[in-house]
């Protein structure tokens, strides 16, 4: 697997080392000498894979798979979707990365790959991406549903999410159809990338590269939202936001001094300014 790396400051890069298969499976060693009893997890899901490909595939078909849809069919569709377009292998490394570099939670990057329900969430809407660009959007909306249930995580199969991307905590995250995440953003829990109406066209926030978004805020209607923009958490956003700006409130206005990396320096306090 290629080492993925995303822009972040010196002082974050010195917290964690990256997130490569190889520490993966180490981590994953030494958990298993130090918990008996998740030995035989660890090497069905990561000791026994030949990839950090193969692992994420058959991690997310056990998670997906229910009664109506067994593993094994997600598992091959999965795989499937990686050698097609191995993009998507690279975009889960940097996520991987982003959460691990970005998450004081986060302890190792084990922890992330196993239990953390936005990475989870993230890998499981490029899939349906890949099968909603591909026509098969009934079996895109049937792992979209799966995604809602297991990890309260919403996203639209067509929206379009670029790598390097945080959903922290994740739960009550929804993303609509025609909406645009760019590459290193951070979004927490409760946000709403939504509409206005119910008009069908493109409808939905454009969010431009290295966004915070705090826990609650809604962003509503065809609107841009500047690269590195800062939005405060229960903010509902109606109107375009400058790049590099601060905005709070109900309609959320400019507040503030200019914010500079806030999406991987994680400051959500909009009474000081971003570093």
């Known amino acids: 697997m290629t080492k993925m790396t995303v822009v972040n400051t010196p002082e974050q890069m010195a917290m964690s080392k990256p997130c490569t298969w190889t520490q993966l499976n180490e981590e994953a060693a030494r958990t298993a000498v130090q918990e008996r009893a998740m030995a035989s997890m660890l090497h069905d899901l990561i000791l026994g894979q030949k990839s950090f490909q193969s692992a994420l595939a058959n991690h997310l078909a056990e998670k997906l798979a229910n009664a109506e849809f067994k593993a094994i069919h997600i598992r091959e569709t999965i795989a499937d979707a990686y050698n097609a377009d191995p993009s998507m292998i690279k ?75 945080m959903l922290d905590h994740a739960t009550g995250i929804v993303i609509g159809e025609t ?48 690269d590195h923009a800062r939005i405060a958490a229960g903010s509902v956003v109606l109107s375009a936001v400058s790049s590099h700006c601060t905005v709070a409130g109900v309609p959320a206005k400019p507040i503030g001094g200019p914010c500079k990396n806030p999406a991987q320096n994680m400051n959500q306090n909009i009474l000081k300014d971003d570093t």
């Open 91 to 165: 975009s889960a490394s940097a996520d991987l990365l982003a959460v691990r570099q970005r998450d004081p939670a986060a302890t190792s990057c084990l922890q992330v790959f196993l239990y953390f329900k936005g990475f989870l969430a993230l890998q499981t809407y490029r899939i349906t991406h890949y099968l909603f660009t591909q026509g098969r959007d009934m079996f895109a909306y049937h792992l979209q549903s799966r995604c809602s249930e297991l990890f309260g995580v919403d996203i639209h199969p067509a929206a379009k999410i670029g790598h390097g991307i």
């Open 179 to 226: 909406a645009v995440v760019g590459d290193g953003c951070s979004l927490l829990h409760g946000v709403t990338l939504g509409g206005t109406g119910k008009e069908h066209q493109d409808r939905h926030p454009k969010v431009g590269e290295g966004v915070l978004i705090g826990a609650g805020a809604k962003i509503l209607g065809n609107i841009t939202i500047g």
